[in-house]
């Protein structure tokens, strides 16, 4: 399926200082947020980065093909303003391969 037209949601990643026990610890990793590092009850605890599109219903995980399409490890607001800049202006689309999941980033 191609997809022409869509709003990328970019979701910033975050990262915090935590401290408490290992039992509140896990509760704020049940919120999403993943463990750095850390020792005796002082943690980095944070979120990584959310690149997705919503088309029909669906939400479609834009992040990987983002990063395939730019050569990128690491996704950023000005990558994610890049292609959706380039969706705006019709010079790429996006195909998407539902009974798979594969996403990729094509142009016209």
Request: aromatic letters at 12%.
């Amino acid at each position: 399926m191609q997809i022409k037209n869509a709003k990328i949601i970019y979701e910033q990643s975050e990262a915090m200082y935590f401290q408490g026990n290992r039992r509140k610890l896990k509760k704020e990793m049940s919120y999403g947020y993943g463990l750095f590092g850390g020792s005796n009850g002082s943690y980095i605890i944070g979120k990584s980065a959310n690149v997705y599109i919503k088309n029909d219903g669906e939400i479609i995980d834009m992040k990987d093909a983002i990063l395939e399409f730019y050569g990128k490890k690491r996704i950023s607001q000005k990558q994610v303003d890049g292609i959706q800049q380039k969706l705006d202006n019709e010079e790429v689309y996006i195909k998407y391969n539902k009974k798979t999941g594969d996403v990729k980033i094509k142009y016209v």
